[in-house]
């Protein structure tokens, strides 16, 4: 299943239409994409990493910063079952941000096809042009590599919910991407979503989920990274405000990941990473002309 909009359309899902203020419990719905759809896209990712290591008495830091800021719009040509077999991607921006220096990827205008080829996704550019590299890797990473968010449909509650209740996540399924010998069945390890609130807004029923992770590394990853510390830790927030009566896909949420891990070898001292990654993504449906 590709790591698309259209994945965190219905994967971000609506609930049954019903008053703001009502305390009823709401059973979870999902806006299928239609074709001639279009999306109005963007997305901000920040990943900002920092190292410091000590051996024999010295010791180094060094602190990354890496932003992109991405605008575009999708429009959906051809279905399949519940998601886009071809659409039509038009950007309006591409910048990344590496430790202060801006580069603005010559892609403003220019339209990219996505198609499904048996079990991946293909991208070209129209009228033959060369997709730039970086461009080409984000959406291999999109379509065909998709990592398992808190919001995937798999993680979310198959029973009705009520403003203020929560459910547990399945850790298995959201780090399903981990390096083999990741454990997740460990003491601490937690995972839960909340149905913070329903209100209204032009016409349609909002919600507000919040997912709330935490994995305590020294344990889960003793078999990948050796020479953990109890520090360690890996603690994810995604907070989404999403339409709930499956009549747009319209979403605005933010997601922030952080891991603390420290590793202690006679070979490499003492080594600290933090890591920390804050991706903002709005989706609104375009009005038919």
Request: with cysteine; net charge positive.
């Amino acid at each position: 299943m590709p790591r698309t909009v259209w994945l965190l359309i219905l994967v971000l899902i609506a609930l049954g239409a019903m008053p703001a203020q009502s305390e009823e419990a709401v059973t979870f719905k999902s806006y299928l994409p239609k074709v001639g759809d279009q999306l109005r896209v963007s997305r901000t990712e920040s990943d900002k990493q920092t190292i410091s290591q000590e051996l024999a008495g010295r010791k180094h830091e060094k602190t990354v910063l890496r932003v992109r800021v991405i605008g575009y719009t999708d429009e959906v040509l051809a279905v399949d079952d519940t998601s886009p077999s071809r659409q039509r991607r038009v950007y309006a921006k591409y910048e990344i941000t590496h430790d202060g220096k801006v580069e603005k990827l010559p892609v403003a205008g220019k339209s990219v096809l996505i198609e499904r080829k048996g079990e991946g996704y293909e991208f070209r550019v129209e009228r033959g042009e060369v997709i730039p590299p970086e461009v080409r890797s984000a959406l291999g990473r999109e379509w065909n590599r998709p990592g398992v968010s808190a919001t995937d449909p798999e993680l979310l509650p198959s029973k009705a919910l009520k403003p203020g209740e929560t459910w547990k996540l399945d850790l298995k399924k959201l780090f399903r991407d981990a390096p083999e010998g990741t454990n997740f069945d460990v003491p601490g390890a937690t995972g839960s979503g909340k149905l913070v609130k329903l209100y209204q807004a032009r016409g349609a029923t909002q919600a507000v989920l919040d997912y709330s992770v935490s994995l305590p590394a020294k344990v889960a990853l003793s078999d990948v990274i050796p020479g953990l510390t109890e520090g360690s830790k890996i603690t994810i927030a995604i907070n989404c405000d999403v339409c709930v009566d499956g009549t747009a896909p319209n979403t605005n949420s933010t997601t922030r990941i952080i891991s603390r891990i420290e590793a202690q070898t006679a070979e490499t001292g003492t080594t600290k990473s933090v890591n920390e990654q804050v991706n903002t993504l709005k989706i609104e449906l375009i009005p038919p002309k």
